[in-house]
């Protein structure tokens, strides 16, 4: 959820146009290195090598690729940054969840227009160091590493390449965003007074959103001998999703309250 809350959020703000540049010159930076030109024109046996690299990437039946492939970063720009406003937003909690749904995940990348695993992951430690979230024990270790890319993926590297160069610009356009529309981070002292309702069995009362219960959530999915002392609990998943829905409700409960005495203190 909040990673697709990241697309809306690209989308309304035009931060395409707003990277696009920086996005564009680190490609072709990376493409003209001389090593990475030489396996790039191997593919037009055609081409005048002679030419200027510049020149001859202006030409429309040579540059499409180049083109496409800058599709493929400008693409690849927009899941890193749904993938940190997912951890900006939800803390440790999207970390467990990444690696729930995606680990140990497949070497081979089924589309250029994401990532490879190898690089999101990455992508998200270093955005996890700069806003303060925890990495869980193993999480870079959990994931399969892909296979080294060929000669014939040298767009593609260009591509990957050029997210790389864009990943501080992007950290600090989420942290910007979430202080500018006042997202909280998620604090341990929130956790661990979610936690310990938990450790009771009964709902939290008092928790402030929704981050907070999920990722005391998951510190209960991940800590096998909590509940250990209740023998009569039979199924832990069962009962741990109870409490999270049973401690949404209550929230919600109490945000709509709190929503409502503030309509009616307002003047008029």
Known sequence: AGHEFGHSVWAVRNLSKLFRPTITESFFDYLME??????????????????????LLSDASFGQRTWEAQRWAINQCEEVFCDLIG????????????????????????SYFYPSLEDRVSHLVDAAE????????????????RDPADSTEILLAAADQ?????????????????????????????????????????????????PQLINAGWRVENDEDMWSDYTS?????????????????????????????????SPG
């Open 34 to 55: 001389d090593e990475h030109w030489k396996i790039f024109v191997q593919s037009y046996p055609e081409a005048d090598t002679s030419q200027d690299p510049a020149e």
């Open 87 to 110: 951890l900006r937003v939800f803390g440790e909690s999207y970390l467990h969840a990444f690696a729930y749904v995606l680990a140990p995940g497949n070497h081979r990348r089924g």
């Open 130 to 145: 700069r806003f303060s979230i925890s990495v869980p024990s193993g999480f870079r270790d959990a994931f399969v590493p």
């Open 162 to 210: 050029a997210v790389r160069s864009s990943l501080e610009d992007i950290i600090e356009e989420v942290d910007r965003l979430g202080k500018e529309s006042s997202v909280p981070q998620v604090t341990q002292e929130e956790v661990d007074a979610s936690l310990s309702a938990f450790k009771l069995l009964v709902p939290d009362n008092d928790a402030s959103s929704l």
């Open 233 to 265: 609990i039979k199924d832990r998943k069962q009962v741990l999703n109870q409490l999270l829905l049973k401690s949404a409700q209550v929230l919600e409960f109490n945000l709509r309250v709190e929503e409502g005495n503030q309509g009616h203190d």
